[in-house]
């Protein structure tokens, strides 16, 4: 396995209090009875899977849709690509997007290397464009995974990397978000950025799915 990982423990992250309770083995509370709930709900028929997810990721990430619309935009135009892979911030803020955070750094997957996205020490996320990060992300047990041991993380997720796939984990802080640009589908060409953007959600922008 190949996995690099640019940590920087000095650097300063969010103040803020935890959004998340969990005990000290790392279990959420709240998401033990999310579901629970969400279990009964689907067994009797009243939910499905798919639509309990749809749903999650609404709240969750109600700024997705802009993190789509950057990715499709660089799909179908290699020259704002190469801006966005050089300066992310400024690619972004040129289709006018407005970003929050000090910095964002663009990361490309390809055939041979896949990105992952964490924040050791916190909950740094791109939330200026992603909008809240789901409670996973958050949590002690990815913190700490994501770095430990990122392939079974992904495996979790159901993303099998192949071993010759260069693995790199970024670690955000609070001057420096990141952000996973897919790998785009084979027919983009013959694609609009509209018919491309459902094709990109949170989990990839993440890096935790391809």
């Not at 990982?5 to 969990?22: F, I, S």
């Not at 690619?91 to 041979?112: H, L, M, R, S």
């Not at 079974?152 to 260069?166: C, M, Q, S, Y």
């Amino acid at each position: 396995m190949s996995a690099s990982h640019d940590h920087d423990h000095d650097h300063r992250h969010d103040d803020h209090e935890a959004l998340v309770v969990e005990d000290d083995a790392g279990n959420l509370e709240g998401q033990i009875v999310i579901d629970a709930l969400q279990s009964v709900l689907i067994a009797r028929g009243l939910l499905t899977a798919p639509e309990v997810t749809r749903e999650i990721q609404k709240l969750e990430s109600p700024g997705i849709h802009l993190g789509a619309r950057i990715v499709a935009k660089a799909w179908t135009d290699p020259d704002y690509k190469a801006r966005l892979l050089e300066n992310g911030k400024s690619a972004i803020e040129e289709i006018g997007i407005p970003v929050g955070e000090a910095q964002i750094v663009v990361v490309e997957n390809t055939p041979t290397v896949h990105n992952l996205i964490t924040c050791t020490l916190c909950s740094c996320y791109p939330r200026s464009i992603l909008g809240q990060p789901p409670s996973w992300y958050i949590s002690k047990a990815y913190r700490a995974r994501t770095v430990r041991e990122p392939r079974k993380v992904l495996a979790e997720f159901g993303t099998a990397l192949a071993e010759d796939v260069d693995l790199i984990v970024h670690d955000s802080n609070a001057d420096m978000r990141y952000l996973v640009l897919p790998e785009p589908p084979q027919d983009t060409g013959d694609r609009t950025p509209a018919d491309l953007e459902p094709l990109v959600t949170r989990d990839r922008l993440i890096g935790v799915t391809r």
